[in-house]
Nanobody, 121 residues
């Protein structure tokens, strides 16, 4: 069973930066590496995939809403995925989660507790 633990969220002013981490634990993570993604869910909205990184870290994809501002990366040795967020906007306020991407709408593992990011104006 794989557990995903997100951290690094907080309160930041618009234009500021934050870096999130997602650490995976559990014996199942010794299986072949998977494409990992960062998701977010704003109040009253569905959870959306905003960034993903291939198993070898070479292929990156971003939602238009974060392209050019957010950077996803991973350290497979540490079983950790990162999301560096710059030029934050009020509309980036959400709970952020990570998971292994199965399809555009499905994930491999259960969801962690997420980490709250709040951007103030």
């Amino acid at each position: 069973q794989v557990q995903l633990v997100e951290s690094g969220g907080g309160l930041v002013q618009a234009g500021g930066s934050l870096s999130l981490s997602c650490a995976a634990s559990g014996s199942s993570f010794s299986l072949p590496l998977r494409t990992m993604g960062w998701y977010r869910q704003a109040p009253g909205k569905q959870r959306e995939l905003i960034a993903q990184i291939s198993d070898d870290g070479r292929i990156l994809n971003y939602a238009d809403s974060v392209k050019g501002r957010f950077t996803i990366s991973r350290d497979n040795a540490k079983k950790t995925v990162y999301l560096h967020m710059n030029s934050l906007k009020v509309e980036d306020t959400a709970v952020y989660y990570c998971n292994a991407v199965l399809t555009t709408t499905r994930v491999w593992y259960g969801w962690g507790q997420g980490t709250q990011v709040t951007v103030s104006s």
